[in-house]
């Protein structure tokens, strides 16, 4: 059973490009968390999707920031016009579907770096 | 909105000592509380959770207790091992929102 995967691994943008990161949950999972991690500090909640809906979107700033997750492919978040500021480790967390399971299970991240 | 804060910040070891880590938490409707070990540059792993039924859960070298009346719990390690050397995170959860809310980390140093 693959884990949660996220593409790309590494991206760099100059000031003002898009940035586009993708997230596969896990296999059976169709809740998904993105959480941003700025450097030497702990994890902040962006937003949690389940297919083709937007369940909290509370942390996540409301301009430039986007997400999404389809019913057919990745989740995607979009940062438009990228700022210095953006430069952070962004993670993606898939749970289980239904019950009253609860854990988070995080992808790889990925590391954005603005120019 | 729910608020952890985590102590210490940076805790050394001896090998073979036991850590400790301490969070508290704000939102009493928070009742999920995972523990993650994050290595350098690698994603956050799941390491224990507990649920505000239960007081203590075990799982070998690792126990998490909480206190839902003081709204704080606590991660255990026993007979440390360099490989435990990570930043630790607690979160918490309120399982209406599915958001978690993590602390600020810990960076544990095991000394061999």
């Known amino acids: 059973n693959a884990g949660v995967m996220q593409n790309p691994r590494h991206l760099v943008r100059r000031r003002g490009q898009e940035a586009r990161l993708r997230c596969s949950p896990m296999k059976g999972h169709s809740h998904v968390y993105w959480y941003r991690q700025l450097p030497e500090e702990g994890l902040k909640f962006m937003v949690y999707l389940q297919k083709e809906n937007i369940i909290d979107e509370s942390g996540m700033p409301k301009e430039r920031f986007s997400a999404e997750f389809p019913k057919e492919g990745p989740s995607i978040l979009r940062i438009q016009q990228v700022v210095r500021g953006d430069s952070a480790a962004y993670f993606c967390a898939s749970s289980p579907s239904a019950g009253s399971s609860y854990e988070q299970y995080f992808g790889p991240g990925t590391r954005l770096t603005v120019t | 909105g729910e608020n952890v804060e985590q102590h210490p910040s940076t805790l050394s070891v001896q090998e073979g000592d036991s850590a400790v880590i301490k969070c508290t938490y704000s939102d009493s409707a928070s009742n999920y509380f995972p523990w993650y070990k994050q290595e350098l540059g690698k994603r956050p792993q799941l390491i224990i959770d507990i649920r505000s039924n239960v007081g203590e859960k075990k799982d070998q070298r690792i126990a998490v207790t909480l206190n839902k009346t003081a709204k704080h719990f606590s991660l255990h390690i026993t007979e440390t091992q360099p490989e435990d050397s990570a930043v630790y995170f607690c979160?918490?959860?309120?399982?209406?929102?599915?958001?978690?809310?993590f602390g600020s980390g810990t960076r544990l140093q095991v000394q061999p």
């Open positions: 979160a918490a959860l309120d399982t209406g929102r599915r958001a978690l809310t």
